[in-house]
């Protein structure tokens, strides 16, 4: 079956680490992005990538890192610069020329500072 | 820095009630609209969509209501279940046409009471 996997579901952070949250689809889609969520909150974009070797920042990339080599997979990195990265992360994808405009989420990755 | 965080708008209804969960979205130039649920720990699920050249859509229990006028969307859910408590996100495609990236609401959360 075609989806989108996240891992890990649960992800532990000290201080001044780096840390890569994996995403990976296998539904052929073009566009892929990264937005995290706080309790209570809604979703705030990060990065996106469009077509593969290319991204744009979102709304609060700072602190972030992506890449996009492959059109599957779409890792994102947490760097020590992000000061509060404490968060409920969650991957989608989308195709987007094809005039279908919504969204196929992953499970998400819950990212906690200890 | 970022913003203090809202709580959620909330709905509590009886089960066997229907729903109605509204969201106002602020692009007139939109042209796809998309309903989400989000489980508690979990990515947010497609549930309903509608292009802007409709004013209504149903599908199994769920229908959407969309206002251009007045930039407003609804989503109705028939005799409500436990198992629809869930916090639900409307989208727009922003700029429409071409534009791929969503434009997520805050969300509102629902709650039926067995």
């Known amino acids: 079956d075609g989806g989108i996997t996240q891992s890990p579901k649960y992800l532990f952070r000290k201080e001044g680490q780096n840390v890569t949250l994996s995403c990976e689809q296998n539904l052929n889609h073009d566009a892929m992005y990264w937005y995290r969520q706080d309790p209570g909150q809604g979703l705030r974009l990060i990065y996106y990538s469009q077509i593969v070797n290319d991204f744009q920042k979102g709304d609060i990339a700072e602190g972030y890192s992506v890449s996009r080599e492959k059109k599957e997979s779409f890792p994102l990195t947490v760097t020590s610069a992000q000061k509060n990265p404490t968060a409920f992360y969650l991957c989608a994808s989308s195709t987007p020329g094809t005039g279908v405009y919504g969204y196929t989420f992953g499970s998400g990755t819950r990212l906690t500072v200890v | 820095g970022e913003s203090v965080g809202l709580h959620l708008p909330t709905l509590s209804v009886q089960e066997g009630d229907n729903s109605i969960i509204n969201c106002a979205y602020s692009n007139s130039a939109s042209d796809y609209f998309i309903w989400y649920k989000q489980e508690s720990g979990k990515g947010p699920q497609f549930i309903i969509d509608i292009r802007s050249n409709m004013d209504k859509r149903q599908g199994q229990r769920v229908t959407v209501l969309l206002n251009k006028t007045v930039k407003h969307l609804s989503l109705q859910i028939a005799a409500t279940q436990p198992g629809d408590s869930a916090v639900y996100f409307c989208?727009?495609?922003?700029?429409?046409?071409?534009?791929?990236?969503?434009?997520f609401g805050k969300g509102t959360l629902l709650t039926v009471n067995p």
């Open positions: 989208a727009e495609n922003g700029s429409g046409g071409s534009n791929y990236k969503l434009t």
